[in-house]
């Protein structure tokens, strides 16, 4: 779940998602204020990962609770600040 109290974000992505590369740039812009660690699964290297998201991502995950594209700044703000409280 966390490494030395940080969140990990996990996000299921592939190449090219432009929509991941937004989420990934937020994500980079608020670490600082909301500090977590970011693991990044390609979802072309898994059959299974590839049916369930391939229509749907980017899909973050934040300490359980998921979200899925359209995923807003604010969005992000709200998991990412739950996810610090828990820590």
Known sequence: MTQNNIPTVTLYTKEPCPLCD????QLSAMQATYPHKLQEIDITQDHALYARYRFIIPVLDINGRVLQAPITQLDLI?????????A
């Open 78 to 86: 709200d998991a990412l600040q739950k996810a610090n409280k828990k």
């Open 22 to 25: 937004v989420v990934k740039d």
